[in-house]
């Protein structure tokens, strides 16, 4: 087998990954150039993908050529080594496309035995039903002059922007030029980005752009629209609409000290630069770790710098995610866990421990809910899902970061402690750098590394971490110093909250507020919850008139489980400024299964579904139960 392919080579169950068409045993990608307009009147991509595919294996390539998924997209000629090609187009699935096959005649397959590369010219476009993409009008921004266009190919979506192998398991360089109306400025999650345009023509400007690192195709990301940046460390910079620019480069003044934290714990940054696009509120999620240009939600311009920690953990995924990869879906916790594991690390480097301990009952509450959501037996709480059939986005949840999490940390007690958990962690990056991997993979690495050490892990139940749903069964130890003073007001609340003032509160970090109000969540508070309870309570703390995202959600979680009619114009005004799917998803669902607010759930994301992301909007109207 190739060396540079032993991802895909071995084959087993927990290596086939069951959310692609493609064939890349066979012929595996290796390098895709693009060469795409944004066209937004049309509201489409057009050009051509050239995919650089080395044939693994002549015989099966033969009779089953180049396969490729594709979403959604019109596929208007295909050319192999420049010749016209025949190829056709597979049923469609509901999540997974259609997937793209490309005949090669017995010339290629004989001209391929010296040279077993060949490049495959696809020209397409991309359509309004490409999940990928989301196309804003002038009214959906910021600045309301020009329209906007982002991407976001996680997990299954690449295929909606450019006919791919879209797996993990076969990485690629690439490069793209991309055209767009002149007022406009496209970056890409590559190197370019803040580049002159290396074309103008009228009424249009082209910019040029090159990703040596091998990456996953879910890391492929535009985005077009009237951007200025400013710098904020030799390495990085923040970008974002000339409306919020100045706002996101305070907020987010600590990457290069965020990205040096990440370096000394695992190894050198390898993408060159690190810049942060701050994002149109509809973008679905916290973050996402695309190479070079991290994309963000501005849910986390709070103005006191109190949400940045999701920086840290997109930061993270360039080790954990983007350079070791998992090889399928099933093995997420791989790049999740993983991060998570590391962001707190860095978060403690920078704020101490107490806090860093702090948010790991964050995600134990996180992790909590989940289980609730799905149901304490569901394979969707596994650490290692079954797959099969499945749409990845539909199992997308705190389980894999905040288990996956969970389960370093306790490897880390098994081992003895951070002190000798850190090489290991530097070794770890070491070995998988460029590669893929599945949970027996680290498995392995994991018990031979500590063999080697004398270190005796043998009390590590992998099935149990593994396959068994519901809460981990090792509960973990984390430092309560200052959930301590959270657990304190809670209890006060608890006997009525007779005695409670704003001095409480005094002092006290964000992470602190988020513990109080999270355990407030808690059904052990149910009995006391009460809407004139909460009316005290906000009388005292101010929490319905925050800045800030994350106490805003929970505050408005607690007046709809306490049934507060008061609390639903607040709801209403949070699902419709923004579309992060971590908000939007739980508040329409809370909403909707209130006994105040069914009706006004339905009748809200109607009237403003248009503005969501297709990937929010499918979900969301799956918790509403709109697609029955």
Excluded at 140 to 146: D, E, I, L
Excluded at 463 to 478: K, L
Excluded at 613 to 618: L, V
């Amino acid at each position: 087998t190739d060396q540079r392919y032993p991802s895909i080579m071995a084959g087993s169950e927990e290596e086939v990954d069951l959310a692609t068409q493609s064939n890349p045993t066979v012929a595996a990608q290796r390098h895709i150039s693009l060469a795409l307009t944004a066209d937004f009147a049309q509201r489409q991509l057009r050009g051509t993908a050239t995919l650089t595919v080395d044939l693994l294996d002549l015989a099966k390539a033969s009779a089953q050529g180049v396969v490729l998924d594709t979403n959604h997209l019109e596929i208007h000629g295909v050319r192999v080594q420049g010749e016209q090609a025949e190829y056709s187009l597979g049923e469609p699935h509901p999540a997974f496309g259609r997937p793209l096959k490309v005949a090669l005649t017995p010339n290629v397959i004989s001209a391929a035995e010296g040279n077993s590369s060949i490049k495959v010219e696809v020209d397409y476009n991309t359509t309004v039903a490409s999940a990928a993409a989301q196309w804003l009008d002038a009214s959906q921004t910021s600045g309301k002059t020009q329209p906007f266009l982002f991407t976001q190919c996680q997990a299954i979506h690449a295929r909606s922007l450019l006919p791919c192998q879209d797996t993990p398991q076969v990485k690629i360089t690439y490069d793209a030029r991309v055209t767009c109306p002149s007022p406009l400025t496209v970056l890409m999650s590559a190197l370019g980005n803040g580049d002159a345009p290396v074309a103008t023509s009228d009424g249009e400007k082209t910019f040029a752009f090159t990703q040596p690192v091998a990456m996953a195709t879910y890391l492929v990301a535009f985005a077009v629209g009237v951007l200025e940046t400013r710098p904020v460390g030799e390495r990085t910079a923040v970008w974002g609409e000339p409306e919020v620019v100045d706002k996101a480069a305070r907020e987010f003044a600590e990457m290069e000290d965020m990205l040096k934290a990440g370096e000394a714990i695992c190894g050198p940054y390898e993408w060159t630069r690190y810049d942060v696009l701050c994002m149109p509120p509809s973008f679905p999620y916290g973050g996402m770790e695309n190479p070079c240009l991290t994309f963000v939600t501005p849910t986390l311009l709070a103005g006191d710098r109190s949400l940045v920690d999701v920086v840290a953990h997109e930061i993270t995924h360039s080790w954990t995610g983007n350079l070791v990869t998992n090889r399928t879906w099933k093995h997420f916790w791989l790049n999740e866990g993983w991060t998570k594991y590391v962001e707190r690390k860095i978060v403690e480097r920078l704020r101490g421990k107490a806090v860093a301990e702090l948010t790991c009952y964050d995600g134990l509450r996180a992790l909590q809910d989940s289980v609730s959501h799905f149901g304490e037996g569901h394979e969707f709480t596994k650490l290692m899902p079954d797959l099969h059939d499945v749409d990845p986005d539909d199992a997308f949840s705190s389980v894999p970061y905040e288990k996956g999490f969970n389960l370093l940390r306790y490897l880390e007690s098994v081992v003895g402690g951070p002190e000798a958990f850190a090489p290991f962690v530097l070794a770890y990056v070491a070995e998988f750098r460029h590669k893929t991997l599945t949970s027996a993979d680290f498995r392995e690495f994991f018990t031979n590394y500590w063999k080697g050490k004398g270190v005796d892990t043998s009390a590590v139940d992998w099935e149990a971490w593994y396959t068994a749903p519901g809460m981990p069964a090792v509960a973990n130890e984390f430092d309560g110093s200052l959930a301590a003073a959270a657990t304190a007001v809670k209890q006060k609340w608890v006997a009525g909250g007779d005695d409670s003032s704003p001095a409480d509160i005094e002092g006290w970090g964000n992470g602190q507020t988020l513990r109080l109000l999270d355990s407030l969540l808690e059904d052990d508070f149910a009995p006391q919850l009460t809407p004139a309870l909460l009316a005290r309570m906000d009388a005292a703390y101010s929490f319905s008139s925050s800045g800030n995202a994350e106490v805003r959600f929970r505050w408005q979680r607690l007046g709809i489980k306490a049934e507060m009619p008061e609390i639903i114009p607040q709801v209403v005004q949070l699902v419709t400024e923004q579309g992060r799917m971590k908000f939007t998803r739980v508040l329409y669902r809370a909403l909707f299964n209130s006994k105040m607010g069914a009706a006004v759930a339905v009748d809200t994301f109607k009237a403003h579904a248009d503005m969501y992301h297709p990937i929010c909007a499918k979900m969301v109207r799956r918790d509403l139960k709109l697609d029955q």
